[in-house]
């Protein structure tokens, strides 16, 4: 099949993109906001400043950029572990803990990279609407797998929200624990915590290695 005329140059320019982004991610992990500058950034991507500035007319788009790819990535990791899981909500539910500790998304300079944007986020609207949406959209689904969970097993004293959110907030610190103590930390451990949360929640259901009763549903 022939080339179609310009592919090779539209990869050129998304591969450049794709470069400075990484560039940034890499800056912002290792040096911080306040020094990630375009001529840094084109340093690590191994181009020129005048390059940069064709793609991302400003060191505020090349941000948001940034910001919403790892948003997207994110999204996209856990949407992918619920379509590869059972469909039955325990599955559902253990899938979505599986998906936040993957090597995908869970790396000490991701998440670090996260927190440096929730840390600017709160002085700039942009950065926070990116990072509600991706916030809500995945503790949305989580409390409504921790209904369904509630509801098969009838554990009628269960408050569904309470305990989506108190899950949220464990693997948070333990993404946290990943940025200040790597060497502390370990994915399998983390998964394990998660679990045995879940089993204190819903103990037919769930162990300290996940699923307890895979016919439960």
């Known amino acids: 099949m022939a080339t179609k005329p310009g592919t090779s140059r539209v990869k050129r320019r998304d591969q450049t993109r794709q470069d400075l982004i990484n560039a940034t991610i890499d800056s912002i992990a290792s040096r911080g906001f306040a020094e990630t500058t375009l001529e840094k950034v084109s340093k690590r991507a191994g181009v020129s400043r005048g390059l940069v500035n064709f793609h991302f007319v400003s060191k505020e788009k090349l941000l948001i950029e940034t910001l919403e790819q790892l948003s997207e990535e994110y999204a996209a990791s856990w949407k992918k572990a ?19 500790f993957h090597p995908r998304v869970c790396t000490r300079k991701k998440v670090a990279v996260w927190y440096a944007f929730l840390g600017e986020a ?23 797998s921790c209904k369904a969970v509630a ?16 899950l949220g907030a ?10 200040l103590s790597p060497k502390d930390f370990s994915r399998e451990a983390s998964k394990s915590m998660c679990f045995r949360y879940l ?5 037919r259901h769930f162990d300290a290695d ?8």
């Not at 509801?151 to 108190?166: F, I, K, Q």
């Not at 464990?170 to 940025?179: F, G, P, T």
């Not at 089993?199 to 103990?203: C, D, Q």
């Open 82 to 100: 619920l379509e590869n899981a059972a469909q039955d909500p325990v599955s559902q539910l253990a899938a979505l803990v599986e998906s936040d």
């Open 122 to 144: 709160r002085s700039r609207p942009t950065y926070t609407a990116v990072c509600k949406g991706w916030d809500r959209s995945f503790s949305n689904v989580m409390e409504k």
């Open 151 to 166: 509801e098969l097993g009838g554990y009628v004293d269960v408050d569904h929200a309470v305990v989506a959110r108190a």
């Open 170 to 179: 464990l693997i948070d610190s333990l993404w946290r624990e990943l940025m």
């Open 199 to 203: 089993a204190s929640v819903f103990p």
């Open 210 to 217: 996940g699923i307890l009763d895979s016919d439960a549903a």
